[in-house]
């Protein structure tokens, strides 16, 4: 290589880089983001995308040395231009790869022999496309070879507006350069990195990746150089889906430490089914739970479409946030008032009470005959009134519980001059107020047609514009949202597994006749799992006969409750294979007999009849369990699967509504007592939880310590794919909970995420009980 050696260029670029304020000295992406140099492969003076990164490079205020990478050319645009990147007289921070997809591989090896710092590949033609391009990608991973930091494949670049370098392949209007970006924005879709970046609504961004198909750097990635840098307030991530869960829920939790807002839109929520599964549970957490436990558990703010996100990361970029959900509101329209009172709730905003002060101050402002309320309807004649806007805004803000203020106006595309129409006058009254207020004051257009000059006005006087009612109001609600505690997940996080349960817990799932390829143990054994994790169920018994059925029920006492008890079965009720209210001998050897003719017809049945399956034709004969029956509670249900996103958790109403309600929660191994506390206060059913009518408060603490041993055992056991406990009996006050029915379905050879059965069956072994206050009879 002409020039300087690969070593002393490495030196003499990475401290070119990382000398650049805001990033952190010798991260390994510094030299992708703070370029000292770049270099363009494929770039031509025909177009395309070298030339375009050529030009956007330059037009972001690149400092450094900027090369063209041609086999014929001496230059290209100006720009002096190499055979090869082995020409170069320095190895390059940057590699720019506009090439056709199959020389990626090779140049990626060049790139990667030579020290180059990293490289942005734009092509297509990999693993989006099919098995020959994935065979591609395969080979470009191989050459990047854990050594070269890899943008794309697939992707339009990276736009790092803080280190003055625009490796990015179409054209990018630079509103952003030469700013102070407190937003870092990457997406898997180019097309909605590029679409964000470019909304005149958007704070200033530092950053901008498009991630592609993330063959070796991924968002994960991504953040964890974004939360490098002390500029960065907010980071906004598009995504599909994370390779490790994990990895970016320790990321998260370390911005959450630094302050800094993460929001993600994930798209594909309901993209395709879930996995067949036999338990309640995998019906009730779907593909995205595991997304939005992870979201919730961490602080993660979730935005569900790009004008939701772009209000959110507007209001999280502001200089002051909001302390909580609890607006106050104004506007000069009874009509626009009317919007925002109907959406509030809907959206999650609570509308706040003013106190006597507000009150006061806020008459001042309006006509005698006009009321003081929220939203405040200061009337047509406020319109333009800097006065009025200004005191307003002061009162409000002033009030004890008002997290955000908040004024309603529109100045659509076709609104311009602003200044004739007495915009100006009112913003610069609102910004006077926010000056001296702990609140943020927002602009709350009804519509998100908003002419630009109108963004530039708010933005000069301190006043954050949200555009659209539902979006600014989305995003009031989730910035005030209640954060979880913080917590590391970290090794030492979670105390390490009992050996010795370890070993009694494998016996019971590999004990002959258990179970076999990923059918469900019957419930006893199920139950004797669940103890070792100190989850209760009703004192009984398994019996082979009516004789040792009667022995078991005249020991733990009358009445009873009967069910087939066999390998296997999945749900009991569908073969008649409970009865419950036995309340004496006769009674109890009158159920057996009938269970046991009901689960031999199901037996003899079609393959799959009630769960039941013979296809070893080996299948110990069926029995009984016998169980004390319980008395009074609450019905739910606490289950879970270990998949490929770890261990997750599922709480919600139990028995037979479980599915029909969907009343539920999914908490992310893992998590502790207040996690499962918060998730109890989402659900419909906590009202019953927390004593309804009179009703006494149900044992929330022990329920959420089963909730917490059922996340432990499945964390503990990636032998099991998934559990149910439904319905699991809360007491009332201190009297714990139950498990009055329990699912444990092993995992199938080759992995716990391999789930089992057909989606949407009804029932976790055959309940028939349901949510609420669960009496004598119900206990199945």
Aim: charged share 20%; proline share 6%; hydrophobic share 45%.
């Amino acid at each position: 290589m002409a020039g300087l050696t690969s070593g002393q260029a490495t030196a003499q670029t990475t401290g070119h880089a990382t000398g650049q304020a805001g990033g952190q000295a010798g991260h390994r992406l510094d030299r992708l983001f703070r370029p000292g140099s770049v270099a363009v492969v494929g770039a031509s003076p025909k177009g395309g995308y070298g030339l375009r990164t050529l030009r956007n490079t330059r037009g972001a205020g690149f400092e450094g040395r900027l090369y063209a990478v041609h086999p014929t050319r001496a230059e290209v645009d100006g720009v002096r231009a190499y055979p090869s990147l082995s020409d170069l007289p320095e190895v390059p921070d940057a590699v720019a790869a506009a090439i056709p997809a199959p020389g990626i591989p090779a140049l990626a090896a060049e790139a990667a022999g030579l020290g180059a710092g990293s490289m942005v590949v734009y092509g297509a033609g990999f693993a989006e496309r099919d098995a020959a391009g994935r065979r591609l990608q395969d080979e470009l991973v191989a050459a990047a070879g854990g050594r070269l930091p890899l943008i794309g494949p697939n992707c339009l670049g990276v736009a790092s507006f803080r280190g003055r370098a625009a490796l990015w392949g179409i054209e990018l209007p630079l509103l952003h350069a030469g700013g102070d970006g407190v937003v870092a924005l990457a997406a898997q879709s180019g097309n909605m990195a590029l679409t964000t970046m470019l909304s005149g609504r958007l704070p200033s961004v530092a950053y901008g990746v498009s991630a592609g198909n993330q063959a070796v750097l991924d968002l994960s990635d991504c953040l964890e150089y974004f939360l490098t840098d002390p500029g960065v307030r907010v980071v906004c991530l598009v995504l599909e889906g994370l390779s490790d869960l994990a990895r970016f829920r320790a990321l998260a939790e370390r911005a959450a430490e630094l302050d800094v807002a993460v929001v993600a839109l994930k798209v594909g929520r309901s993209a395709g089914g879930e996995a067949a599964t036999v338990a309640h549970t995998g019906t009730l957490a779907g593909r995205d739970a595991a997304y939005e436990a992870l979201f919730r558990q961490t602080g993660v703010h979730r935005a569900d479409d790009l004008d939701e996100m772009v209000a959110l990361c507007s209001l999280l970029a502001a200089p002051r946030r909001p302390r909580g959900a609890s607006a106050a509101v104004f506007a000069s329209s009874g009509g626009e008032c009317g919007l925002v009172a109907d959406l509030a709730e809907d959206t999650g905003v609570r509308l706040a009470d003013l106190d006597a002060a507000a009150e006061t101050a806020l008459a001042a402002v309006l006509p005698p005959s006009m009321a003081v309320r929220n939203p405040l309807d200061l009337g047509a004649n406020a319109w333009g009134d800097r006065d009025a806007y200004r005191a307003a805004a002061l009162a409000m803000g002033g009030a004890p519980g008002v997290d955000v203020v908040a004024f309603a106006g529109d100045a659509p595309t076709h609104s311009e001059p602003l200044d004739e129409v007495g915009w100006p006058e009112m913003i610069e009254g609102a910004g006077e107020a926010a000056a001296s207020l702990d609140v943020p004051v927002v602009l709350m257009t009804t519509t998100t047609d908003v002419t630009p000059g109108l963004t530039a006005l708010a933005r000069r006087n301190g006043v954050v514009l949200l555009a659209g009612v539902r979006p600014a109001l989305r995003a009031i609600a989730l910035a005030g949202a209640p954060r979880p505690v913080a917590r590391r997940t970290g090794p030492g996080a979670v105390p390490a597994a009992d050996p010795e349960r370890r070993r009694r817990a494998t016996a019971i799932l590999g004990a002959p006749g258990a179970a076999r390829h990923g059918t469900p143990l019957p419930e006893w054994e199920g139950k004797r799992l669940l103890s070792l994790y100190g989850v209760r169920s009703p004192a009984g018994g398994v019996a082979a006969d009516a004789g040792t059925a009667a022995g078991i029920a005249a020991r733990i006492g009358y009445p009873v409750v009967c069910k087939v008890h066999a390998p296997g079965i999945a749900h009991k009720s569908d073969i008649g294979g409970v009865e419950v209210g036995l309340d004496g001998e006769e009674a109890l050897r009158g159920a057996f007999h009938r269970i046991m003719r009901r689960a031999a017809a199901a037996l003899d049945g079609p393959a799959g009849r009630g769960g039941l399956t013979d296809r070893d034709g080996d299948r110990p004969p069926p029995g009984v369990l016998v169980e004390r029956m319980a008395g009074p509670g609450t019905e739910l249900i606490v289950g879970g699967r270990n998949d490929a996103a770890g261990s997750l958790v599922v709480i919600g109403a139990g028995g037979v509504l479980t599915e029909l309600l969907g009343d539920s929660a999914a908490l992310l191994w893992p998590f502790g007592r207040e996690d499962v506390l918060a998730a109890l206060g989402r659900l419909r059913i906590g009202a019953l939880l927390r004593g309804h009518r009179g009703s006494p408060a149900a044992d929330t603490e022990a329920l959420a310590r089963t909730a917490v041993q059922v996340g432990r055992l499945l964390a503990e056991l990636p032998e099991v794919a998934e559990i149910d406990v439904n319905p699991l009996l809360c007491g009332p006050g201190d009297e714990g909970c139950l498990a009055l029915d329990a699912l444990v379905v092993p995992a199938r050879p080759g992995g716990a995420s391999e789930q089992t059965g057909a989606s949407g069956q009804t029932g976790a072994s055959g309940q028939t009980g349901i949510s609420g206050q669960a009496g004598r009879g119900r206990q199945d």
